[in-house]
């Protein structure tokens, strides 16, 4: 059994093709890219249709498109960062729509944890000499009754030292040496193996880099055309506010930002977790690190007497970090208003009723009628603002912008994004259908 086609970690087998077409194959894979957040299954669908020998060319032309990707991705972190979460998205999608049998599963599988790290449990009972082990045959057989058993599933044995997770979690069966579980509990450790495999490919494709002009002009090229369009990515899917003062436009804050950058300018300090929350924030409405980095320098108190330099070497390594340019290199998203509730801070949550209503009273409120309106609604505001934090948000949006939402906010940048549409600041798409965790 071949290895799926779409499967396109390895480097193509030669590069004799014109740049500038090259490029176009690069921007053609980066629109791809972009179109799966919306509606993956029908990029598969569109893109990746089901094997045919007269689409290899297809296929090829992904493999140099992705690769030109991968060899602008060694030359900047910031785009080798979201590079991986991107591809790694992908990936994901195509392993579930794409690869129908358990063979084609097992070939992935060894692809990317190693041939020698993946058995399957036929093969793990003999290699392993556990034909007589009473437990294995009884969870094959229990696993083989179960009526949860999701069509298509089966059972795998991963050698432990590729799943790390799995056994500090102790999920599944640890024998010998292998983790032992079936075949959909090991979907998320392949992805994130997946995502270090892509790493190491663009850390190889470097070699590349330096011997050939056109390849190194086309790269640089690429690199900065790139640079500024994912960064318009991030910034309410649309970056008409690129380039403006973002801070001029406090109405644009949902309030949980709101709260967190009046405190910071009173104060000078937020608390680390509330760092993370406005830094996640700034970052997405499109904050360049470096302006972050003197964002937080010029206004903490806790920096005064250090140089930015001595800022940078410090306090810098967090901010960097927000951004995927240190650590684990994962680009960081705001994370949900359920998470907030939990662990950040939501003012419907977490303030008092009396300085919750203060806040909302004395924030976004910009003439006497509003104010009115506000007042009568605020009883039924706060009797649910602990218990349904977006439902209250939501609600107050409505309030402050005499405007019906279509969907709950369930994440602080659907804020943002309604808001500076009817501030005409800019036309943004509509939220995404299921925001990302951080
Ligand atoms: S509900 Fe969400 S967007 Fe609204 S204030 Fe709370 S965390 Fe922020």
Redesign the pocket.
């Known amino acids: 059994m071949l290895l799926p086609n779409w499967f396109l970690l390895q480097a193509p087998p030669n590069l004799n093709i014109d740049v500038k077409a090259w490029k176009k194959l690069a921007w053609n894979r980066v629109q791809l890219l972009e179109k799966l957040p919306n509606n993956p299954s029908q990029v598969v669908r569109d893109y990746f249709p089901s094997y045919d020998e007269a689409l290899n060319q297809i296929y090829e032309d992904y493999r140099l498109g992705a690769y030109l990707l991968r060899l602008v991705a060694a030359t900047n972190s910031r785009l080798e960062s979201w590079l991986i979460e991107v591809e790694g998205d992908l990936f994901e999608r195509l392993y579930y729509d794409r690869t129908e049998t358990i063979e084609e599963k097992v070939i992935i599988f060894r692809q990317v944890f190693g041939e020698e790290n993946v058995l399957k449990y036929e093969e793990f009972k003999l290699r392993m000499d556990e034909e007589k082990n009473e437990y294995l045959a009884e969870l094959y057989q229990q696993y083989h009754t179960s009526r949860s058993r999701t069509k298509g599933d089966f059972l795998l044995c991963v050698h432990f030292s590729k799943v790390p997770w799995m056994v500090s979690k102790r999920k599944g069966y640890l024998r010998k040496g292998w983790v032992v579980s079936n075949e959909a509990s090991f979907r998320g450790v392949l992805k994130k193996a997946f995502e270090k495999k892509l790493e190491e490919e663009i850390s190889k494709s470097q070699d590349l880099l330096g011997i050939r002009e056109d390849i190194d002009n086309i790269v640089q090229d690429l690199e900065q055309d790139l640079s500024k369009h994912v960064q318009i990515r991030s910034q309410y899917s649309g970056g008409e506010l690129e380039g403006q003062d973002l801070l001029l436009h406090p109405e644009i804050f ?4 709101l709260q967190l950058y009046f405190e910071f300018e009173k104060t000078g300090r937020l608390v680390h977790v509330q760092r993370l929350q406005m830094g996640f924030f700034l970052k997405r409405l499109g904050m360049s690190v470096n302006e972050q980095l003197h964002f937080w320098y010029e206004k903490s108190v806790d920096n005064v007497g250090q140089t930015f330099s001595e800022f940078q070497r410090t306090s810098g390594y967090q901010i960097r970090h927000l951004y995927g340019l240190e650590g684990g290199k994962k680009d960081y998203n705001v994370p949900q ?1 359920s998470t ?2 939990t662990g950040y801070f ?4 977490h303030l008092a009723p009396a300085v919750l209503i203060e806040f909302l009273k004395e924030n976004y409120y910009t003439t006497k009628k509003k104010l009115k309106i506000l007042n009568s609604h605020l009883n039924s505001l706060i009797s649910v603002s602990s218990s349904n ?2 439902q ?2 939501s609600q107050y949006f409505r309030l402050v912008y005499n405007r019906s939402l279509y969907r709950k ?1 369930v ?2 940048l659907q ?1 943002t994004r309604f808001a500076i549409k009817i501030e005409g600041l800019s036309s943004p798409q509509e939220p995404e259908n299921k925001p990302k965790e951080e």
């Open positions: 949902p309030p949980c930002m208003c907030i509730a939501c003012p419907f949550v934090p977006t209250a948000c906010i994440h602080p804020w």
